[in-house]
């Protein structure tokens, strides 16, 4: 299984309890290098508002945590939401209350809109 974390780092995944799993790999894409020290997690530089360098569905589950409210204005949220959706499978977004005008609490992949914002789960 791939998982990719946007805009974290490894410490956040130690607090899985799966990190060490046999068979689960980790990617954490971050726009500075973060060091990682183990083995299952690899680090990449780059733009969650455009991941070329990730392939379309690449990645079983994406998620990301209090990091779009930080990518600029709504049409820059947009932007990371369609990436995420892009390189993952399944995924899951999470934004503090009240930061940003969109005010994402959560979404989660359905199996027929594509609209940003539009799905209930």
Not at 7 to 12: D, K, L, S, T
Not at 22 to 36: A, D, E, K
Request: glycine letters at 10%; aromatic letters at 8%; a negative charge.
């Amino acid at each position: 299984m791939k998982i990719l974390n946007v805009g974290g780092f490894e410490e956040e995944l130690e607090s899985t309890g799966v990190v060490d799993e046999s068979g689960i790999l980790f990617t954490i894409l971050n726009v500075h290098p973060v060091r990682t020290t183990r083995k299952s997690v690899e680090s990449v530089v780059g733009d969650a508002r455009d991941m070329g360098q990730l392939g379309n569905k690449e990645f079983d589950f994406v998620f990301s945590n209090s990091v779009i409210e930080h990518v600029g204005g709504d049409d820059d949220a947009r932007r990371m939401a369609d990436e995420i959706r892009r390189v993952g499978k399944r995924y899951y977004v999470q934004t503090r209350t009240g930061t940003s005008r969109l005010n994402l609490i959560f979404w989660c992949q359905c199996s027929n809109s594509s609209q940003f914002g539009s799905e209930r789960c």
